[in-house]
């Protein structure tokens, strides 16, 4: 079965400098959420987008912004990175239905910032 | 908001033996609550889920768990583990109001380390 696919798996930037994250969820699927986890912390949310509007928002900085296209596949900007922004970015997938939303995760985007 | 407490960061057990992780919740209203294991290097799976109905709730790999209203708990549970289960486990509850319904609240985690 096709998964959430997420590119690149790894990234390496320096300080001050941007990154984009890519996330393409499941096929049909309509909703995407973004979550950040640090080094030996839990994952956090960021932010989520229903049918191309963001539907909640959770910790995301404001040197970060995201969008969901009309493919549904979504990016997330970081620019202005910090060695606070190395984390490991989860991307997870969804469809809106009668019964609970379940998530679908994909493996991660590792971010170093040198 | 919710929140997720993981009481223990780290459980090291020899194969074969049982394994019980526990968490906690805080929440005022109702949730659905899962557990996720996160293997080195890759991606969270979804291990199994309480939304609704029986109190006990089987998942994959043979874990289990059961959700506590009274005291607010939804531990996991393997009666005998393998070498194989060696991994981060997340137990993680959704919010419940409005747009923040399908967001996810995880706990620190607990590393499961199977030794032979």
């Known amino acids: 079965a096709a998964g959430v696919i997420q590119s690149p798996r790894h990234l390496i930037k320096e300080k001050r400098e941007t990154a984009t994250l890519k996330c393409y969820p499941i096929?049909?699927?309509?909703?995407v959420y973004w979550y950040q986890q640090g080094p030996g912390q839990d994952p956090q949310f960021l932010i989520s987008?229903?049918?191309?509007?963001?539907?909640d928002k959770g910790s995301i900085p404001d040197r970060f912004s995201a969008q969901q296209f009309s493919d549904y596949h979504s990016e997330l900007n970081m620019s202005s990175l910090e060695l606070g922004d190395s984390a490991l970015y989860f991307c997870?997938?969804?469809?809106?239905?009668?019964?609970?939303?379940?998530?679908?995760f994909g493996p991660g985007t590792r971010l170093t910032v040198l | 908001a919710q929140s997720v407490t993981q009481l223990d960061s780290q459980v090291p057990v020899f194969e074969e033996a049982p394994v019980e992780l526990r968490c906690n919740y805080s929440?005022?209203?109702?949730?659905?609550l899962f557990w996720y294991v996160q293997y080195p290097n890759q991606g969270l799976q979804l291990l199994l889920k309480?939304?609704?109905?029986?109190?006990l709730v089987k998942g994959i790999n043979g874990f289990e768990a059961e959700f506590n209203k009274s005291q607010t708990s939804f531990h996991l549970r393997k009666p005998s583990v393998h070498i194989s289960d060696t991994a981060e486990y997340f137990c993680?509850?959704?919010?419940?109001?409005?747009?923040?319904?399908?967001?996810?609240?995880f706990g620190r985690g607990t590393q499961l380390t199977v030794w032979p």
């Open positions: 997870a997938s969804s469809k809106l239905g009668l019964a609970y939303n379940e998530q679908f």
């Open positions: 096929p049909r699927h309509d909703t």
């Open positions: 987008f229903y049918e191309k509007m963001q539907s």
């Open positions: 929440s005022s209203v109702s949730v659905y």
């Open positions: 309480y939304l609704s109905g029986s109190t």
């Open positions: 993680a509850v959704s919010g419940d109001r409005g747009s923040t319904l399908g967001r996810l609240y």
